[in-house]
């Protein structure tokens, strides 16, 4: 289980949701199943429209991560994921801050997902 907190100026205060881990849901199919609205639009990783910045709640190492093809790329282009942020992600499984929420696949820790509501705008 873990904590899923959506915070967006669109909300009208954060609404903490439990996902379950490991059943492979993206994050944007957990907002959608609480009735959240993070703007979205291809829902394949290459728009921009879902990205979301995330916050690892949780004191211990963030769990491993995996930036999809897709992600790496249009995080890149829309200036989301520097280079050394991606060297970072893929090296030492350090997960950057901004993300897509249709890639995003929920794990067994705490998040804080923050987005404005608008799309392609964290
Ligand atoms: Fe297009 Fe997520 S909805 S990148």
């Given at each position: 289980?873990?904590n ?12 903490t ?12 199919g ?5 009735g ?13 429209s879902?990205?979301?910045k ?28 520097t ?26 820790e ?13």
């Amino acid at each position: 289980m873990a904590n899923v907190t959506f915070s967006a100026p669109t909300l009208e205060k954060d609404i903490t949701v439990y996902a379950v881990a490991g059943d492979n849901k993206t994050l944007l199919g957990v907002a959608k199943q609480h009735g959240v609205a993070i703007p979205c639009q291809c829902q394949d990783g290459q728009c921009g429209s879902c990205l979301i910045k995330v916050t690892i709640l949780d004191d211990k190492r963030p769990s491993g991560i995996h930036l999809t093809d897709k992600e790496k790329v249009t995080l890149s282009v829309n200036g989301k994921l520097t280079k050394a942020q991606l060297a970072d992600a893929e090296t030492n499984d350090m997960p950057p801050p901004y993300r897509l929420a249709c890639q995003y696949i929920v794990r067994n820790e705490d998040i804080l997902v923050e987005f404005s509501g608008e799309p392609g705008v964290e």
